[in-house]
């Protein structure tokens, strides 16, 4: 007999949902017989819901459809809220399965019992119930089809333990027709090529699916004939770059920074992004980035079909004459010797990354030198922490491996942040995935220190010391790697660093390099 | 000048608030400030907000007020909400503060922007948003009022970041006058008093204040007189055992064993206990565990003032002439020998708790046999996991033994629960806690092995099992341990395990031991 659970699984399998990352309890327990009769969909353990969450995203936006997962009740769903957050901020589709009581047992108030409803729907899209095991089809096709709607969104389908298993229709159901994305809007096409042509100071600003190398061309030859500079948004999702790529920037993450980077800045042509704000507010400085005079054309929203925006405007403005795209060239920059640095870190990059690296970033402020060392490095995709949620990079990396196993990852990692979801690294153990960590170990908050000043709160006094550094005991990122079944080593200059980098990278596998910085 | 976040950190300490367990991000840098200028504000800094709110539980259990959390936005709160859940149910009063963008920045949907009040509301009991600077003192006297109201509740503060920094009035706070518990009703007590001499088979069923070692005495001589049977609710935040107390036993977790501890009940005395459910619901067994005909009388719920009541039912009941409350002796179970049994470590630990050890359980299915040996054990507080969301343990733990600083806690922690929140563990290294963990590796999480079973969902396959089992690879658990700074120590027989539980137990500060069961 099909069961609601079977319904669920088959449903997702006829839509390509062919992964599911997971940490289920005994409500889902008819789920997980169900993915066990049905072996095409891979499984993956996490130890951690913010681990499954986290790689979830990075799945998503290295494989282009959502992953499922799979969440015990409201306090495993809230464990990974925080990656569902930078999830939903990447555009990222996921369709997570939460498992609850059976209905009629929801009124008895047993102690895992809450409100999921609630916790959902801050970091969801959609969110919808299975009220009976008949429904499953429809239940999570309205859920895929949420997951599905441009750029990727979240869905949360909560499954009562009875919707689960109880009797199902027999049958197969079939892939849905997915939602497309919105259609470039001429007008709007038209009002930015005209702005082109008005001799203005103008910023093309742009992220998700323009930040492609096909598109990044295109734009880059239309920025080059307009006069125009082409950047991108501060924070995206995933972003084509290196060598035979367009060299591009994104908007500084310091406000006095992004500030200077738009003051000229007459008008800004928006591709996929938003108008910048700042990432926190500070006394007296403004929250947005932009001069108040500054025109903003919308020229197309995240849920555009942007390629198709971006040819659009190709065609309008008129490219056919324009020169060629400004591809960055092949540049190893000069490596130096001694005590390592984070500079050092991105040159040993730029020399040792393989091709199709994938480049997992929550380096927070150590990586703030990686873009200018690796313009020229062999060609990447670079994958950032979008929502500001900390604790995204070694799960986001881990996804990201899962999607697409025959590419080496390299994840930049602050310690503090890598604290968050330091279980990831078991994950990347028990699915043998081809991972390198660099663990930025500076043995503090550092942004924090910086921000405390920023926000005019004065230096670290012993309290705000004592919640800021991770100096007493320091962490011997060695020792947590192998506890999990990582292999790791340390490093404190650029010479041992370059070695185990190198070495790292000619190796499958996961491996740990902890930077002491 | 004075600032909002002076005037929280002020009125917070004179109520007797003077512990924070914080992870501050930027929008909470000026609270940060206030606290390095209020050195009477004890500082514990969690590497992840789930080890923070777990330790503030631990210690609100121990220490009888309130502590309060400082949390980074929606994210910071969601990564704390699965033991601000457990703290929930275990009726353990909090003070969270959680930190939002200045009010006037909300509306640019910065990166971390969320909705903090709908992600609070499930496992709070109030929620509040200080709206100005010069409100920080009655909202903060709101969250307090909430916190300290029987048995203890939940209170999250909203702070944005303008409310902290601005100005604020001058002058010193004054603490509130608390709110009482409810008084005991006397028409319940004498209904429970009638009950108690009609001769049914009746049990009183407790939890709460009901298991202090002085109202324990007087409810186990009206237990006598009566002949009606005394029993703890499943789970409990707090409960006085072991030698010269009465040794009490739980409903069980296992539905089939409640049922039948209930089946020849005919009526139950409630005593800030609830009537027992199951903790799941399992196909074709009921979710309620009293028969049906049994008669409930709910003598004083949870927010009752519970020695009030149980002295009323004394009186009233009259246990002048009732012989003398049977405490438990001092018993130490022979100690066998050979490969590591949670039977064994409970012998062991018979033998080896000092007096007045905390212990906190999270052990799951292999604290299963602690009870039963641990009777007449030293005497000790008993802590358990409150609300189902696995991860509270080693959490509990740092939080207790902040608040007792001269008493030893011991952490009962199954491996796959602890991965949750392992973080704590660098917490109890940075405060110098008296706190030995024992892990019990047996790697895998065993009790959904048995879940799969009682649900009807049968035995594991290749998929069920990869998301069951943990051995591969094993977690080595002294290296995790000594990667946080915390000693560690594998043993594998009894005589190992017992030599270094022996050990931990006569020196101070953090030790993990790691028991291959």
């Known amino acids: 007999m099909k069961i609601g659970a079977d319904l669920l699984c088959d449903t997702l399998l006829a839509n390509g949902i062919d992964t599911c990352f997971a940490n289920p309890g005994t409500s889902e327990m008819h789920f997980v017989a169900a993915l066990d009769r049905q072996p095409a ?39 990974g809220l925080a990656n569902l957050h930078n999830a939903r901020r990447a555009g990222s ?20 019992t809450s409100d999921i409803e609630s916790l ?23 859920a895929i089809r949420a997951a599905c709607t441009a750029p990727g969104q979240i869905a949360t389908l909560i499954l009562p333990a009875d919707a689960s298993w109880g009797a199902a229709p027999a049958g197969d159901p079939v892939a849905i027709t997915p939602p497309q994305p919105t259609a470039p809007e001429a007008a709007r096409i038209t009002q930015a090529a005209t702005a082109l042509r008005n001799g ?54 310091k406000v006095d920074l992004a500030l200077a980077t738009f003051a000229e800045t007459e008008q800004v042509i928006l591709i996929g992004a938003k108008a910048p704000v700042g990432f926190f507010a500070y006394p007296g400085k403004p929250g947005k980035m932009l001069p108040e005079s500054c025109e903003v054309i919308d020229m197309a929203d995240a849920g555009s079909d942007l390629p198709a925006a971006i040819a659009a ?11 060629a795209p400004r591809h960055a060239s092949r540049a190893k920059p ?19 990354m393989p091709d199709n690296a994938i480049v997992c970033d929550e380096s927070v402020t150590s990586g703030r030198d990686f873009f200018r060392h690796t313009y020229g490095a062999a060609p990447h995709d670079f ?18 491996a899962v999607a697409c196993p025959d590419r080496k990852v390299i994840t930049l990692q602050a310690d503090g942040s890598g604290m968050y979801t330091v279980q990831a690294l078991w994950t990347q153990a028990r699915e043998e995935l081809d991972v390198v960590t660099i663990v930025f170990a500076n043995r503090r908050y550092q942004i924090l220190h910086g921000e405390l000043k920023d926000v005019g709160a004065g230096t670290a006094g012993r309290n705000a010391s004592r919640m800021l550094d991770l100096d007493n005991p320091a962490l011997d990122w060695v020792s947590l790697a192998r506890g999990m079944g990582v292999e790791a080593a340390s490093a404190s200059t650029v010479e041992e660093f370059s070695d185990l980098l190198r070495a790292a990278c000619q190796r499958r596998g996961p491996f740990l390099i902890e930077a002491l910085i």
């Open 41 to 79: 969909m891979r499984c993956v353990l996490g130890l951690f819901e913010g681990v499954v969450t986290g790689a979830a995203d990075g799945y998503a936006r290295m494989a282009e459809k959502p992953a499922a997962t799979l969440l015990h009740l409201g306090p495993g769903l809230a464990n």
């Open 93 to 112: 589709p996921m369709v997570n399965v939460v498992g609850d009581h059976a209905t009629y047992h929801l009124e008895l108030d047993a102690p895992l």
């Open 120 to 142: 959902a729907r801050p970091m969801s899209h959609w969110v919808g119930r299975a009220d009976s095991p008949k429904m499953l089809d429809s239940t999570a096709e309205d």
């Open 200 to 253: 203005r100071n103008t910023t093309i600003l742009i992220s998700g699916k323009a930040l492609r190398d096909a598109e990044l061309d295109t734009l880059d030859r239309i920025a080059q004939s307009s006069g125009a500079r082409l950047m991108a948004q501060q924070s995206n999702g995933r972003m084509m770059r290196g060598a035979g790529r367009i060299a591009l920037d994104r908007v500084p993450y």
């Open 313 to 323: 405007l190709a065609d309008e403005f008129g490219v056919a004459n324009s020169p």
């Open 334 to 352: 000069d490596m130096s010797g001694g005590a390592l640095t984070p500079d050092a870190i991105a040159v040993a990059l730029a020399h040792h």
């Open 383 to 400: 994958l950032q922490l979008t929502g500001g949620a900390i604790g995204v990079g070694m799960p986001l990396a881990t996804g990201a």
